[in-house]
């Protein structure tokens, strides 16, 4: 149990387009998920933190019009990357934790863009 | 906010060698865990692990919250176990967000 999936595994994309990454967590709800970024031999960087039916929460130094979450059920979280730019490319990781046990994160696979 | 440090940042063992890796966190915590990530990026939970010592197989792990510290062990070390090695630290402030530590890269050589 507790499987987490990311949609797509890898984009490319233009410079001034937008992409967007699915979350799912496939065998359990999740009310609270997390959106990551991860830049090479890095460790990974919380962005926002996603509640089912509400606004996400962003950390501080992230942009909230650039980065779009949206937590619409209690199984998906997307997140958009608007007018992407190439320091926008990065490995963007999600996480899910069970509802009504917040103690374990559960990881997806991540997603890699790659802006041009 | 919390520093989380890992140690050392690389590692290099010959197949079948221990090793221990350390966490170090500069404030209270109610949780840890730590994670494999593999050559792919995907992060695998080892241990959920706040407090006392757990043991998967070969993986063992060690929590002294009041000593703000936590070890991994690796038994007999072998070369899937190659990655980066994360602990991940909550602290009780009423939010569920995990800081990351700074990782230690392991390679583990034939």
């Known amino acids: 149990g507790a499987v987490v999936s990311q949609h797509p595994s890898w984009v490319i994309c233009k410079s001034g387009t937008s992409v967007k990454i699915e979350c799912r967590s496939l065998?359990?709800?999740?009310?609270?998920m997390f959106w990551y970024r991860q830049f090479p031999k890095q460790s990974l960087m919380l962005m926002a933190t996603?509640?089912?039916?509400?606004?996400?929460?962003?950390e501080q130094g992230v942009e909230k019009d650039k980065f779009l979450i949206n937590h619409a059920s209690l199984t998906l979280s997307t997140l958009t990357v608007t007018s992407a730019h190439p320091e926008d490319s990065s490995f963007y990781i999600c996480?899910?934790?069970?509802?009504?046990?917040?103690?374990?994160?559960?990881f997806g696979p991540g997603t890699r863009l790659t802006v041009l | 906010g919390i520093q989380v440090e890992q140690s050392p940042p690389d590692l290099i063992l010959q197949e079948g060698a221990n090793s221990t890796l350390r966490c170090n966190f500069s404030?209270?915590?109610?949780?840890l865990q730590w994670f494999h990530q593999n050559p792919w990026g995907q992060l695998i939970n080892l241990f959920y692990?706040?407090?006392g010592t757990k043991q998967n197989g070969r993986l063992s792990a060690t929590t002294v919250a009041t000593e703000r510290y936590s070890l991994l062990y690796i038994s007999s070390s072998q070369t899937t176990d190659s990655g980066v090695y994360f602990c991940?630290?909550?602290?009780?402030?009423?939010?569920?967000?995990?800081?990351f530590g700074t990782g230690t890269r392991l390679k583990v050589l034939a």
């Open positions: 065998d359990f709800q999740a009310t609270t």
């Open positions: 991940a630290v909550r602290a009780p402030s009423g939010t569920y967000k995990y800081i």
């Open positions: 404030d209270s915590v109610n949780n």
């Open positions: 996480s899910a934790v069970r509802a009504g046990d917040y103690n374990e994160q559960f």
């Open positions: 692990i706040p407090s």
């Open positions: 996603s509640n089912e039916g509400s606004k996400a929460t962003y």
